[in-house]
């Protein structure tokens, strides 16, 4: 079992709806990161959280440290917000980061 | 512009040939990472460089040789791999304090024939 959870797998939604992604981790973490990959390849950091809630746009952001559970939220989805989204955890007093499988997010117009 | 960059994007290569990949980063970061991204596998760390030293090598195959001759480049070299070896190799650099987040490159995706 991965240390790091993300659910849904695959997500298919019609523009404008409300998306929520979910991330479950199992070790002790020092900070929470969300990441973007686009059909390229290319991947890009969204969001970096070690408590509380951050947004950014659209964006929206959540941890609780208790829990260990991460939420990623789209308000008024869009077909550009289709992308593979990662949740990634650096573990405590290291330097790298173990990453989710990552959700396959979908926006039709 | 992420700052970070690769080269080449796409690399075809036989099992017997010698290929070089090659990451550069623009941030002034002190770390790079080198990452294999698999079809419908997580992301897998491959190797750290911090301040120029190897500081963590994931039991990866000896076909894999990193190079790190500087703060702002790194090298992956390339020898007799299989085509299980084919992905998307990442490059990712940040600031060596473990709070700081990780800028990637846009990868280079390799297939081994």
């Known amino acids: 079992k991965n240390e790091v959870e993300q659910s849904p797998q695959n997500l298919t939604a019609q523009e404008g709806e409300f998306i929520t992604i979910n991330c479950s981790y199992s070790v002790g973490i020092s900070a929470l990161h969300w990441l973007q990959q686009h059909p390229g390849g290319g991947i890009v950091s969204l969001f970096m959280?070690?408590?509380g809630k951050k947004k950014h746009g659209r964006l929206i952001a959540t941890i609780n440290i208790q829990e260990k559970h991460s939420s990623l939220h789209i308000t008024a989805s869009h077909p550009r917000d289709s992308a593979v989204y990662i949740c990634?955890?650096?573990?405590?007093?290291?330097?790298?980061?173990?990453f989710g499988q990552g959700t396959r997010l979908t926006i039709n117009p | 512009e992420t700052g970070v960059t690769q080269t080449p994007r796409h690399l075809v290569m036989g099992m017997t040939n010698k290929k070089s990949l090659k990451c550069e980063q623009h941030l002034g970061h002190n770390a790079m990472y080198w990452y294999k991204q698999s079809a419908k596998k997580p992301l897998e760390l491959m190797f750290v460089?911090?301040?120029?030293?190897?500081?963590e090598n994931n039991s990866v195959p000896s076909r894999f040789s990193p190079e790190c001759p500087n703060s702002s480049h790194l090298f992956l070299h390339l020898h007799t791999l299989q085509p299980e070896d084919s992905a998307l190799y990442l490059c990712?650099?940040?600031?060596?304090?473990?709070?700081?987040?990780?800028?990637f490159g846009p990868g280079t995706r390799l297939t081994v024939l």
């Open positions: 959280l070690s408590s």
């Open positions: 990634a955890v650096r573990t405590q007093g290291a330097q790298k980061l173990v």
């Open positions: 990712a650099s940040s600031h060596r304090d473990t709070h700081n987040e990780q800028f």
């Open positions: 460089y911090s301040l120029e030293e190897r500081v």
